[in-house]
Structures are given as structure tokens and as C-alpha cells.
């Protein structure tokens, strides 16, 4: 953490690429929009001021795989294992 109390994410490098990188947990999200809409996508659920963003972790870095204003939101959650899709 800075000083401004921002929480810095990294990768670290590694040096033999058999070995297993830092990971961040990725889950099966449901977002509803305001229009009744559904998405589902899987990665992690990242919060802005303005949006909300799955993203998903890759060799060169997170990208997002989805992105909605948070005024458009109805309700997000994380899709259980038993739940059916």
C-alpha cells in the first residue's frame, strides 16, 4: 500500500516459466442491468467511482472482458457452483 492508502496490484515476474504465477480468483459474475438485461461473465470484479468491470488475468496483464456504468446496475453477484446458468 502507498501512503495514500491505494492498494498497488503487481505480477511478479518469474524466472522459469513453470512455475506458477500470482493469481487472482476468478468467479462466474451475473451483472443485471437497469433494462433487465443479464451478462455473465467469469474473472474478477473490479469497482470504480463510475463503473463496474470484470476483468480477466492474462500474461501481459489484466484486460476487461466487461464494463458497465455502475448507474446502469441493478444488482451484480457471484454465480454459485450449484446455481444453474
Known amino acids: 500500500m502507498d501512503n495514500d492508502n491505494n492498494n498497488i496490484f503487481t505480477l511478479v515476474a518469474q ?15 451475473e451483472i443485471l442491468n437497469r433494462d433487465g438485461q443479464s451478462f455473465i461473465h467469469r474473472g474478477f470484479m473490479l469497482f470504480t467511482s463510475q463503473h463496474i468491470a470484470i476483468m480477466r488475468e492474462t500474461d501481459v496483464g489484466a ?23
Not at 524466472?15 to 459474475?29: C, H, L
Not at 484486460?63 to 446458468?85: G, K, R, T
Request: glycine residues 0%.
Open 15 to 29: 524466472a522459469n516459466s513453470q512455475e506458477a504465477k500470482p493469481s487472482i480468483p476468478e468467479y462466474d459474475y
Open 63 to 85: 484486460l476487461p472482458i466487461f464494463v458497465i456504468p455502475l448507474d446502469q446496475v441493478a444488482f451484480a453477484e457471484i454465480i454459485e457452483d450449484d446455481e444453474e446458468v
